[in-house]
């Protein structure tokens, strides 16, 4: 069993950065794979990022791509979203989940609580 605890979340200005971090117990850190998603108010959760075991292939929604950074540390049993220039559009509850499967298709295990992000000027 794989506890998840997001933290770093908070309303930011467009243009502007956040942090997001993802800490993990309860299980072997490395052997899975993460990933980030979103759910803003009435729309559906949707995938944002995610990251091999080893760290070495990582994955972006075209959405992020290019503003949004996913990293690890398996020593610290932690993954860590870097969000650049959002965007109002980028406001939602954001989840990490992990997976013992491929973090691009899943399905994914184990699951966060949220933090919420708010894009506001």
């Known amino acids: 069993q794989v506890h998840l605890v997001e933290s770093g979340g908070g309303l930011v200005q467009p243009g502007g950065s956040l942090t997001l971090s993802c800490a993990a117990s309860?299980?072997?850190?490395?052997?899975?794979?993460m990933g980030w998603f979103r759910q803003a108010p009435g729309k559906e959760r949707e995938f944002v990022a995610a990251?091999?075991?080893?760290?070495?292939?990582?994955y972006y929604a075209d959405s992020v791509k290019g503003r949004f950074t996913v990293s690890r540390d398996n020593a610290k049993n932690t993954v860590v979203l870097q969000m650049n220039v959002v965007k109002p559009e980028d406001t939602a509850v954001y989840y990490c989940?992990?997976?013992?499967?491929?973090?691009?298709?899943?399905?994914?295990?184990?699951w966060g609580q949220g933090t919420q992000v708010t894009v506001s000027s």
């Open positions: 309860g299980g072997t850190f490395s052997n899975y794979g």
């Open positions: 990251i091999t075991w080893t760290g070495f292939n990582k």
């Open positions: 989940a992990a997976t013992s499967k491929s973090p691009l298709a899943g399905p994914y295990d184990y």
